[in-house]
């Protein structure tokens, strides 16, 4: 029996071209959506305040170069 994974990839093998960008740009999209929910819950848990308070430090103390 097929996984649910084997089935999308028949199915997304059977799209047009047209249909092809429109589902690359919608999936783009969602997975953009999910990492931006996923950050979010992690600023909001306190999961990424390490990496902040490291950035706080390392630009008092001059150690940050500029983009």
Known sequence: MATNIEKLEQEVLKLSSSELVSFASWFNDYQHKKWDA????????????????????????GRLKKL
């Open 38 to 61: 996923q950050i979010e819950a992690d600023s909001l848990s306190g999961k990424l305040s390490g990496l902040r308070d490291a950035a706080m430090k390392a630009s008092a103390d």
